[in-house]
């Protein structure tokens, strides 16, 4: 019954926005650590931004490369996760997937969204 779904993905050029939206569903992001993946034909899937649950802090993270021009935010009350995308360079653009991962008695719960597209051209 965990669900997550995101959206916003498209065409860009390059200087543009996006908004990524990661809508979940049987859990609460709050209490999970989330994080938004990209990967690129040819390329390894790099972890772009995590945000960790409230319990452990809410700390955030970034891929040096996107540093100062994303940003991973949380709604509790949507219950959605956010990658707001800023800048955006023709590098950038990749398949972006939603994950959600968390641990309870030594288990480890890993979750991942369908994917939505980010392309950056000109």
């Known amino acids: 019954q965990v669900q997550l779904v995101e959206s916003g993905g498209g065409l860009v050029q390059p200087g543009g926005s996006l908004r990524l939206s990661c809508a979940a569903s049987?859990?609460?992001?709050?209490?999970?650590?989330m994080r938004w993946y990209r990967q690129a034909p040819g390329k390894e899937r790099e972890l772009v931004a995590i945000?960790?649950?409230?319990?452990?802090?809410?700390?955030?993270n970034y891929l040096d490369s996107v540093l100062g021009r994303f940003t991973i935010s949380r709604d509790n009350a949507k219950n959605t996760v956010y990658l707001q995308m800023n800048s955006l360079k023709p590098e950038d653009t990749a398949v972006y997937h939603c994950?959600?991962?968390?641990?309870?008695?030594?288990?480890?719960?890993?979750?991942w969204g369908q994917g939505t597209q980010v392309t950056v051209s000109s």
């Open positions: 994950n959600a991962r968390w641990v309870v008695s030594g288990r480890t719960y890993d979750y």
């Open positions: 945000i960790r649950s409230v319990a452990a802090g809410g700390s955030i």
């Open positions: 049987g859990f609460a992001v709050e209490n999970s650590g």
